[in-house]
């Protein structure tokens, strides 16, 4: 029996094997398309491989305050997800830029802002933790729920004039630049102004060893922070800045030696770029930052990841003048280059906005993707708005585009 049973396992594994070197693709809206706002998605897979989202719904966060938290959840092996619910909503405050984690404990994250007053600078980060969010539909049963508070060292001014002056090396201070330096060293050197104003974007990390990093950002000072904890959130520490021409909505992937690089978001003046920086101490300080030599970006949100065979993954809008198209690269050298590229999304200018994209990868290898999905006609106010899921593999990527 043995005999007989140990080649058809062979069999049974080099199928396997051949089906995933075959290129795997599939996408659906997660709900149907409506003049809402729907924006800033995140996508997680639980233990069990249920996928679940998040984004923020409503009528338009800077002029109004009926934004909320929505989710939506697809069972393992469901053709459908389920009909959207709420996550979050902060009475009589719009809630955005949601993303979620599962810890070490097994236990659900979402974080995301309250914005005080319709600006971005105004906004104050919170947080909720569930232990119980595998049932099929509906919204998990929450343990508990707080406030993420920012508050930096006293020396954070000293480490914003360091940081800036790094940047900027022999460039002229002048113009706009001494605007842009002297608004940030008055932000820095006032208490309220620099703990307000940071929020998530991208899906937070947890490194080897346990420490938990959530990537913000903000619009005030422009650039970014790494928040940590070593305790599961108990406690919170924060880096220094992350300080660049616009570097905001870090993302986290790690090498094999331990360093920790960040992509991000240009947010400053074209020409245009991914910025990068690494910190070699588990986040807690950030080389220059520099412009990527070849990933260009309109000033978009991305996201980079790990995945499961040492490779990296990153998800963004890749023409420097806009949105109407949305990438997804891989790369074998942890993020040097980028041997194989595909869009998900690819149309003329003015033909759709897809941007904002999450990235996961599955137990099972696949790659789930989620991302704001807007067709033409949504940018006049009509119906065309929804958040797509898209599910693939590394063959699929590898393939490249279609002649």
């Keep these: ?35 809402w706002h729907n924006h800033g998605s995140c996508i997680v897979e639980a233990a069990n491989g249920d996928l679940i989202a998040c984004w923020f719904h409503g009528s338009g966060e800077r002029q109004s305050d009926d934004v909320v938290i929505n989710g939506a959840r697809k069972p393992k092996g469901a053709k459908e997800w389920t009909k959207p619910f709420v996550l979050a909503d902060s009475p009589d405050l719009p809630d955005t830029n949601c993303c979620m984690i599962i810890d070490p404990k097994d236990r659900l994250w979402l974080l995301w802002p309250a914005i005080l007053a319709n600006t971005w600078e105004s906004a104050l980060m919170k947080y909720k933790v569930s232990s119980d969010y595998l049932q099929k539909d509906g ?3 929450w343990d508990y729920m707080d406030n993420l508070l920012i508050k930096q060292g006293d020396d954070f001014p000293d480490q914003v004039k360091r940081k800036t002056e790094e940047y900027l090396g022999d460039m002229k201070v002048e113009g706009r630049i001494k605007e842009w330096v002297d608004h940030n060293y008055a932000q820095a050197a006032d208490k309220l102004t620099r703990r307000l104003g940071w929020f998530t974007r991208a899906h937070p990390k947890f490194l080897p060893d346990g420490r938990f990093m959530v990537g913000l950002y903000s619009d005030g000072f422009s650039f970014s922070l790494n928040a940590y904890s070593d305790d599961l959130g108990q406690t919170w520490k924060f880096s220094e800045p992350i ?9 986290f992937a790690t090498k094999k030696d331990g360093t920790i690089v960040a992509f991000m978001r240009d947010n400053g003046p074209p020409p245009k770029r991914v910025m990068v920086s690494e910190s ?18 309109p000033g978009a949100g991305l996201e980079l990841a790990n995945i499961a065979n040492g490779d990296w993954v990153c998800i963004y809008n890749d023409h420097p003048q806009g949105r109407h198209t949305l990438a997804v690269s891989i790369s074998e050298d942890e993020g040097k280059t980028w041997k194989w590229t595909r869009h998900l999304e690819r149309t ?9 994209p999450s990235i996961v990868q599955g137990k099972d290898g696949m790659l789930h993707a989620s991302y704001t999905y807007s067709e033409p006609d949504a940018l006049e106010g009509k119906e065309g708005k929804s958040i797509k899921y898209a599910t693939f593999n590394k063959a699929w990527v590898m393939e490249g585009d279609p002649k």
């Design 280 to 297: 070699k101490d588990r986040g807690e300080t950030w080389s220059k930052v520099e412009d990527h030599p070849t990933l260009e970006n």
């Design 243 to 251: 300080v660049g021409g616009g570097n905001i909505q870090p993302s």
């Design 348 to 356: 003329e200018p003015k033909g759709g906005s897809f941007h904002y």
């Design 1 to 35: 029996m043995r005999r007989i049973l140990l080649p058809l396992m062979a069999l049974a594994i080099a199928g396997a094997l051949a089906h995933a070197d075959e290129p795997v693709y599939r996408a659906e809206l997660i709900f149907p398309l409506e003049h």
């Design 139 to 141: 919204p998990p049963k």
